[in-house]
């Protein structure tokens, strides 16, 4: 046996000295130690509670419960004919919606300000990300002031305009637009830099030769700079997806008072997360139903990250052909 | 680089206005928290700090229903724990992954990247189950050891590994006699410092900041992390609103410590496209 594995050429051509053996197997078994922690403690806390998940996701699991039978697709099927997790979908989707599409136009407007010849850059770029190394529960409970109905900030400057105080907690559309306002502070800053980045790698001869051809600045940018960002886009796009179709702190601690984890008392803005809260913890405890929860939000991250790519795709392409065919 | 247009007038007063939208809440925060609770009904809102600072300090410590002080001792605990684990493995595994060659390489280092792509929920509640198993429940560990690596992290340290360290380093330090741990501590571990530094960073906003995980597992209001603690304060019946603010500001202010000495690598890190949200 021995002999026939030292027959064999080594992995890695070292050049042995006295201790030949032993550093032979120090290269073939260290990078096995070196990546074994990530993989120990992954597999308990990573495969295993995805895996159980689905499990308990099959059972009528009650936290006080002495034993949980199986139930098979029950939770599912329960969970598809009950109106407030639909409720909490369109929530999600339209805190997802209104939140994303200015967000990215936002940032793209941004990073196209800051790809200039700019006194103090990094003061400019430190000051558009600072909103994202705040807290966030801290900043979810900044806001909910902020839109107060009574002494609200926001309230108070529709008011100078000559409009009407907005219910921003008790309307459902309002508490969306809230929702999203603070999402949107967090996150423009970071998209815009990585628009940023990919801009600076656009070479400048595209501006000259499309100057040239007579574009004027505003035809070049959506010309020249957003079909080259195009990657760039749709990866904005489905890191923006996957944060807010998870939304969680923002919503909840935007509401405060009585069951906030219902968002609001007519579930005004209650996620998907938070829906799964609701049921997988207090005051239901019931760990099957949370558990199918959590899969159907995760089928949705997929498809709507999905939708994503194509449409983006679809998109970009068609304004790139438009571009040649010209 | 060739030279960019000029920035006009027009150009840093969308800026000025885009940066004011930015620091204004932040800034208002530390207003209020600054001031007697009567800031909060005054309109127009104050924009300038008041005195009452060491006032609200002293009364959010004493605040029996928020534990302020252990949530923020708590929070310091578990995010520097965090932070030294997950770049102490990442460089580990990152450099295994980038410089050795070994069986399977290829197929575990796509499982790492796929984990990247699990959303929290999903462990929410096997999670705690386990936790209740183990009796980790309300108790610190619970919140520390599923965070002590991270697949980002290895996958951030395998990128910046393969292109930080030469093979002809290795190779060199290995035909003086180095054994694979004694280059990954002369060789590989200096080269990866910067890397290191923007991840540990990051690992160390996104532990503090994180309020899913410590919701779910940490029930004992006697025990919180510093932002449980802000929910306590903000679900509370009362309304003294200077007292909250003061708990936030004093919750951001170790995040915004850490921009202002390290903004320059942190968004040099964004921008090479390391960071993920």
Known sequence: MTVQLDARPPVVPAPQRSSGRLSRLDTQLSPYLYIAPFFLLFAVFGVYPLAYTFWVSLHDWDLLGADHPFVGAENYTRLLADADFWHALVNTLGIFVISTVPQLLAALWMANLLNRGLRARTGWRMAVLVPNVTSTAAVAIVFGVIFGREFGMINWLLDLVGLDAIGWKSNRFASWVAISAMVDWRWTGYNALILLAAMQAIPRDLYEAAAIDGANRVRQFWSVTVPLLKPTIIFCAIIATIGGLQLFTEPRLFHSGTNPIRGGPMRESQTLTMYMFENAFAPHYNFGYGSAVAWLLFALIAIVAAVNVLLLRRLGGDRRQKGAAR | ?277
């Open chain 2, 1 to 277: 680089m060739s030279r960019l247009w000029r920035a006009s007038p027009l150009t840093y007063l969308a800026l000025v206005v885009a940066a004011g939208l930015s620091v204004f809440p932040i800034w208002w925060m530390f207003v209020v928290a600054s001031r007697s609770s009567d800031a909060m009904g005054q309109l127009p809102p104050p924009v300038t700090p008041g005195g009452n600072l060491g006032a609200n300090i002293a009364r959010l410590f004493d605040n029996t229903d928020a534990y302020f002080l252990t949530g923020l001792i708590n929070s310091a605990i578990v995010a520097t724990t965090v932070t030294v684990s997950v770049v102490f493995f990442s460089s580990l595994a990152g450099f295994a992954f980038a410089k050795l060659r070994f069986r399977g390489r290829n197929a575990m280092l796509l499982v790492i990247i796929a984990t990247m792509m699990v959303p929290t929920q999903l462990g929410v509640i096997p999670l705690y189950l386990l936790m209740t198993r183990l009796q980790w429940n309300d108790r610190l560990p619970a919140v520390i050891v599923p965070a002590l690596v991270t697949g980002f992290g290895v996958f951030m340290m395998r990128q910046y590994a393969g292109q930080a360290v030469s093979d002809e380093l290795i190779e060199a330090a290995r035909i003086d006699g180095c054994g694979t741990a004694r280059i990954w501590w002369h060789v590989v571990l200096p080269a990866l410092r910067p890397a290191a530094a923007v991840l540990g960073l990051l690992t160390f906003m996104t532990t503090w900041n994180d309020f899913l995980w410590p919701y779910a597992v940490l029930n004992d209001p006697a025990n919180p992390t510093v932002q449980l603690s802000l929910r306590a304060l903000s679900d509370g019946y009362y309304q003294d609103m200077s007292q909250v603010f003061t708990g936030t500001a004093i919750a951001t202010l170790p995040l915004l410590l850490v921009f202002v000495l390290f903004g320059r690598q942190i968004i040099g890190g964004i921008m090479e496209g390391a960071v993920k949200a």
